[in-house]
């Protein structure tokens, strides 16, 4: 599958909603690419990623203190505007979590850490080629959060590109095909897998728990 933000505002709601509340994932495990205006591109992990709504299609993350450590992530979005977020595969959460080392701005953690840039449609950062969920954005506000000094960074979906098979006719995705990783804490990683699922939770269809 792939939509573009128009394509995303002329869902039927029900799918809409379904299709962008499911792809932040839970607890996920998310490399977030960018490239600076001279071409410097960079790819960096975060397990911030949140849904923030669906009309308009928004995601949101935190960008930690930058205080003396440069983030290279957070100046190639304030430059250019653009960056993706690409779901991690438990088989390459290896070379993703290396990809938080504070390397030098010259160095690539694509190359440095043996991923591939991948380019569509004229998206102008990166995606992940070795990721299956991948999402472009553009930066429409940032947020600082007084209280420990981070940064909420809300981005609008330009561009979705998920595998057809993964999406049912309702818009809900099923990450568990890929393999998915979660993360707890800083580098411990978890395998995703779908358990169940359930309609929408209303009153009157409670059922008996026998409480």
């Known amino acids: 599958m792939y939509l573009t933000k128009s394509d ?3 869902l039927e709601r029900k799918k809409r909603l379904n299709i962008i509340n499911s792809v932040s994932g839970i607890k996920p495990a998310n490399l977030i690419a960018t490239k600076s205006k001279n071409g410097q591109t960079n790819v960096a992990i975060f397990s911030s990623v949140f849904h923030l709504g669906s009309n308009p299609a928004l995601l949101g993350f935190i960008m930690r203190p930058a ?5 290279h992530t957070y100046g190639n979005i304030k430059e250019t505007g653009f960056y993706t977020v690409n779901h991690v595969p438990i088989t390459i959460v290896d070379r993703a979590h290396y990809s938080s080392a504070k390397v030098d701005r010259s160095i690539s953690e694509f190359e440095r850490c043996g991923l591939t840039e991948e380019y569509a449609n004229g998206f102008h950062a990166p995606f ?3 990721c299956h969920v991948k999402i472009g954005l553009s930066l429409v506000e ?3 959060i007084a209280v420990n000094n981070t940064i909420m960074i809300i981005g609008q979906i330009e561009e979705l590109i998920i595998p057809d098979r993964a999406v049912d006719e309702k818009g809900y995705i099923d990450l568990s095909l890929f393999n998915t990783a979660g993360i707890s804490g800083l580098n411990n990683y978890y395998s995703l897998k779908r358990e169940a699922s359930f309609p929408y939770a209303r009153p009157d269809e409670i059922p008996d728990f026998g409480t």
């Not at 205080?67 to 983030?71: I, S």
């Open 8 to 10: 995303i505002e002329n």
């Open 67 to 71: 205080g003396e450590v440069p983030r």
């Open 128 to 130: 992940v080629k070795e």
């Open 142 to 144: 940032e947020i600082p």
